[in-house]
């Protein structure tokens, strides 16, 4: 039982290129998230999918697009990369008790 | 913008004394929680309280919920050098399931 598997964990890219983060839980959970954290600024949420087959913006969704491929999985991607993303990135999902259960990061650096 | 605000930004306290941990909010919440972060880690969920809940305690934690002020609290008790770490509250909105998290408070505990 890995609980959110985040890969990959560390990326550098350079400016414009592109990228997916991915994400994927083994717990059955209905409903998943996006973050990001910046220092000083907490967690931020850039898309959530409730369920299979829908998505919503978050506070933050500019520059970013998702896909919820199956229950199981729920990807982020970077189409042109900018230097302002650069961040640490969470995903997460949530079962019915209402915690959120987290990975482990995957820590992006835009040059 | 944020919904949650955590105070203190930082705190540092000797092993064995107790770490007090505030959280202030701006709209209707359906609950609060609390997380914790290990340096470098993924957030690890601590407790939930919800809205017509005033107080629950797990372990040496101890929340408080007072939805007239909007504000709630984080004791941890004893607390230990393990101890040190990033606490951040969050709030669930009625809106969906949308979480919305404060910049945390850094704690250190000295041995």
């Known amino acids: 039982n890995a609980g959110v598997t985040q890969t990959p964990k560390f990326q550098v890219l350079k400016t414009g290129q592109s990228m997916t983060l991915q994400c994927a839980q083994d717990?059955?959970?209905?409903?998943m998230y996006w973050y990001r954290q910046d220092p000083g600024m907490g967690l931020r949420l850039i898309y959530y999918?409730?369920?299979?087959?829908?998505?919503d913006k978050g506070e933050v969704p500019n520059g970013y697009n998702v896909s919820r491929l199956n229950k199981r999985e729920f990807s982020l991607r970077l189409e042109s990369a900018a230097p302002s993303q650069t961040s640490v990135y969470f995903c997460?999902?949530?079962?019915?008790?209402?915690?959120?259960?987290f990975g482990e990061g995957s820590r992006l650096t835009v040059l | 913008s944020q919904q949650g605000e955590e105070d203190p930004q930082a705190l540092s306290i000797q092993e064995g004394e107790n770490a007090t941990m505030n959280c202030s909010y701006k709209?209707?919440?359906?609950?609060l929680q609390w997380y914790r972060q290990n340096s470098g880690r993924g957030l690890v969920h601590l407790i939930l309280?919800?809205?017509?809940?005033r107080e629950k305690h797990s372990g040496r934690l101890r929340v408080t919920l007072d939805t007239s002020k909007k504000s709630s609290s984080l004791l941890i008790t004893a607390s230990r050098a393990a101890d040190t770490a990033s606490y951040f509250c969050?709030?669930?909105?009625?809106?969906?399931?949308?979480?919305?998290f404060g910049p945390g408070t850094r704690l250190s505990v000295l041995p």
């Open positions: 709209t209707s919440i359906n609950n």
């Open positions: 717990m059955n959970h209905n409903s």
């Open positions: 997460a999902s949530l079962p019915n008790t209402g915690e959120l259960f």
């Open positions: 999918s409730a369920s299979e087959g829908t998505t």
């Open positions: 309280i919800r809205s017509n809940e």
């Open positions: 969050a709030t669930e909105t009625p809106y969906g399931q949308n979480f919305v």
